[in-house]
Nanobody, 127 residues
Framework: QVQLVESGGGLVQAGGSLRLSCAAS????????MGWFRQAPGKEREFVGV????????LYSDSVKGRCTISRDNAKNTVYLQMNSLKPEDTAVYYC????????????????????WGQGTQVTVSS
């Protein structure tokens, strides 16, 4: 069983920045890809980005590419999502996710690959 705890969400003005953190339990963190997804009110959950097990490969959705950066610290069992130039349309609950499998070099953007979800953290961007 893996537990994921997100933090760092909040209210920010358009153009501002936030850094989300996700602390993971368990001994397999360093072997697994970690993803971020988000869900806005009335919309389906969507992919934001993913980082592979050693941090060398990242993939982002077109909607956040160039504005967001995912990083990880395997010594701290923590993954981060740095979000810059935030827009009102970025308002959503952001979820951290652990991917199934180990040592996947190129993780996919599909939520079907997710093994565990965090509880989510709210990000609200005001205009």
């Amino acid at each position: 069983q893996v537990q994921l705890v997100e933090s760092g969400g909040g209210l920010v003005q358009a153009g501002g920045s936030l850094r989300l953190s996700c602390a993971a339990s368990g001994r397999t963190f360093r072997t697994q890809s970690m993803g971020w997804f988000r869900q806005a009110p009335g919309k389906e959950r969507e992919f934001v980005g993913v980082i592979n097990w050693d941090g060398r490969i990242t993939l982002y959705s077109d909607s956040v590419k160039g504005r967001c950066t995912i990083s990880r610290d395997n010594a701290k069992n923590t993954v981060y999502l740095q979000m810059n130039s935030l827009k009102p349309e970025d308002t959503a609950v952001y979820y951290c996710a652990t991917y199934r499998g180990a040592y996947i070099q190129y993780p996919s953007p599909s939520s079907s690959e997710v093994g565990y979800w965090g509880q989510g953290t709210q990000v609200t961007v005001s205009s």
